[in-house]
């Protein structure tokens, strides 16, 4: 038995580049897979990494940025057929994520909305949207079963929402329990990432070892402590300078700079909380070209005295109990 990340996805934001899918990762524990985050591409990818959907139990949104979740329609519904076996309906797909925000954030002179889309629910949570999916899909789903055989869309789905709050910059966080059976224990803390409320970080425990997964954020920490000697941190990655010398205004870079952390600070971030290995993810910017992962990796690197890898698309880091 053992545990296998896989990384689905390494682009950060929402628009299409050639060479990189969007953001999304795999955890494979005895064989039962977790994915984190959906998105553009992760199905495909998913099948190409030759993981087996009829073993995908859940699916862990960071949250609800259409990057990150853009194809969890596709993660739920491709997969329909396989979600049988000889005793009926496999159990539902598990989707956990942020809960309502509450209330809907005021922009400033600089960014703002023009029009409240939805009025009546401007900010849903997960389980708005695992909701919204279906009603979308509704004619698919009571369609299908009469042309070919399909698993009860009844047993399809199931969201389930994380009681965290947003931080709030005070007390430290004690991280709350997601899921924990004897294979694997999953906990989540909230992160800093703009307007985005609640964002979430996840961290796997499993007899093979720990992975801790950043979502999108600044340097945080409360992910710092969740991270705390885990054997891998997956962390998203930003070259705001970058971003600077090509086009991006002053103001916005100040913006994206509540948003993300900085390849200057990510190695910091994962010296603080004394992780084994550092793998780059979420690269922004996304396309493939503008910087290579060589330099990526050199820069990222600096100020970390553990490994740090610059993640690609299909990248598979086995953990094993020795840590090696
Ligand atoms: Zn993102």
Known sequence: MATELV???????????????????????????????????????????????????AVFVTHLHADHIGDLPGMILYPWGVRTGADGPLPPLRVYGPQRPGELPEGD??????TTIHPERPAPGTADLVESILVGYAYHLNVMPLDCYMPDAGALVRAVEIPVRAATGDAAQVPVV??????????????THGHAVPALGYRFDTADGSVVFSGDT??????????????????????????GR????????????????????????AERAGVRELILTHYLP??????????????????????????????????????S
């Open 246 to 269: 090509h086009g991006t205004d002053a103001a916005e870079l100040e913006r994206m700079h509540g948003l993300h952390t900085d390849v200057s600070e990510v190695g910091g971030v």
């Open 178 to 191: 997601v899921l924990d059976d004897a294979a694997v224990r999953v906990t989540a803390v909230a992160v």
């Open 286 to 323: 996304a396309d493939p070209e503008a910087i290579p992962e060589e330099e990526w990796k050199r820069r990222a690197g600096q100020g970390f005295s553990g490994t740090t890898t610059a993640g690609r698309d299909g990248l598979r880091r086995a953990l094993s109990r020795s840590g």
């Open 218 to 243: 600044t340097v945080n920490d409360d992910l710092i402590a969740l991270a705390r000697n885990a054997d891998v941190l997956v962390h998203q990655v930003a070259d705001l300078g970058y971003l």
């Open 7 to 57: 990384l689905l996805g390494t682009a950060a934001a929402p628009f299409p580049v050639p060479g990189r899918a969007g953001i999304s990762s795999a955890l494979v524990v005895d064989g039962r897979v977790f994915v984190v985050d959906c998105g553009r591409g992760s199905p495909s990818r998913f099948a190409d990494a030759g993981l087996d959907f009829a073993r995908l139990e």
């Open 109 to 114: 002179a600089t960014f703002c909305r023009q």
